[in-house]
């Protein structure tokens, strides 16, 4: 499904089926969504890092030496300490992760749809399919698109790494590639895939069953029409939900990735998720899980905001989910 055609032509319909506000076209293309939000991604990245516990094993002192800083502070810091377009770094691969991740999950989501539930005799799609194939199509294009998330990381970390007088991994994002592809093989380009499908599942589902419930709630419990007020409302209690839902398997996820690995690939902070999940509990307690909270959030409610009108999840997919 080309991204022209996620949205309706005709304006979407109340539930007395009454025409309640046109449908308007995308106001940004998803690249110029992402450059416009990466600075969150890659603060919510640095966020996830400060105080891993784990470091003090190898002796790294830069644990000790790193402020706790939240969203704000570390955002200026990283502007302070390396430069305005710092924020920026990662970008790349982020924009290739959004095209593999989007185009996997699409027709994932397209085939599942029309070949395995299909719809009812009326033509409705009910809520429990379009959770169920929103779920696994965000595995499928997750798991295709977990290289580009490995070397976002990656890249993301590399001013931290510069101001802590460590040597620069990469030069570029094809040498990040190729690094990674001729240390760790192939799959070495899969490293912290377990969690990072288990956030793709769980924002998926806490996205779409939110959204669905509270929108439904408010249309018939409240005075709300099925209108934008309603549908942003919608918005942000699925957006919080699918944070609460997706923060620490992406903590976990953006661990392993980042750590350090020997010669043949292997990590030397982490033997699997459950090993990164136990070391940062005991290590740092239960809410360091969700470090980079807030601009995850942020995140992905800045679909709904840079589009400048709301999508319905359920029989299309949503724009929202590219975080």
């Given at each position: 499904m080309a991204p022209s055609e996620q949205v309706p032509s005709v304006g979407l319909r109340g539930h007395r089926g009454r025409a309640r506000y046109p449908a308007a076209p995308s106001r940004t293309s998803p690249a110029t969504r992402r450059r416009a939000t990466f600075p969150l991604d890659l603060t919510k990245t640095r966020l996830q890092m400060q105080g891993e516990a784990a470091l003090a094993r190898l002796?790294?002192?830069?644990?000790?030496?790193?402020?706790?800083?939240?969203?704000?502070?570390?955002?200026?810091?990283?502007?302070?300490?390396?430069?305005?377009l710092k924020l920026w770094q990662g970008v790349t691969p982020a924009i290739y992760r959004h095209i593999v991740y989007s185009g996997g999950r699409?027709?994932?989501y397209e085939h599942l749809r029309e070949v395995v539930f299909g719809k009812s005799e009326d033509k409705h799609y009910p809520l429990w399919k379009s959770v169920i194939g929103g779920m696994m199509a965000?595995?499928?294009?997750?798991?295709?698109?977990?290289p580009t998330d490995l070397v976002k990381v990656q890249m993301q970390m590399e001013g931290k790494r510069k101001l802590e007088g460590k040597p620069l991994r990469f030069r570029g994002v094809h040498h990040a590639f190729a690094k990674i592809l001729s240390e760790g093989g192939i799959r070495g380009l899969w490293a912290g895939w377990v969690p990072n499908i288990q956030r793709a599942a769980l924002v998926?589902?806490?996205?779409?069953?939110?959204?669905?419930?509270?929108?439904?709630?408010?249309?018939?419990?409240?005075?709300l029409e099925d209108n934008i007020m309603t549908h942003g409302l919608s918005s942000l209690c699925s957006g919080l939900v699918a944070s609460i839902l997706g923060t620490p398997a992406d903590v976990i996820k953006s661990r392993i990735m980042?750590?350090?690995?020997?010669?043949?690939?292997?990590g030397l902070l982490y033997?699997?998720?459950?090993?990164?999940?136990?070391?940062?509990?005991?290590?740092?307690?239960?809410?360091?899980?969700y470090k980079g909270f807030l601009p995850s959030w942020l995140?992905?409610?800045?679909?709904?905001?840079?589009?400048?009108?709301?999508?319905?999840?359920?029989t299309e997919f949503s724009r929202r989910f590219e975080s």
């Open positions: 002796g790294d002192s830069a644990r000790e030496s790193a402020p706790y800083r939240g969203m704000v502070r570390t955002a200026l810091g990283i502007v302070q300490e390396e430069g305005f699409m027709v994932t965000g595995v499928v294009g997750q798991f295709l698109a977990n998926n589902m806490g996205d779409l069953t939110t959204y669905d419930t509270v929108k439904h709630y408010l249309v018939l419990n409240t005075p980042n750590q350090p690995r020997d010669k043949q690939g292997r033997k699997s998720s459950t090993d990164c999940l136990v070391q940062a509990v005991q290590g740092e307690g239960f809410m360091s899980l995140r992905m409610q800045s679909g709904w905001i840079t589009q400048g009108y709301p999508m319905r999840p359920g």
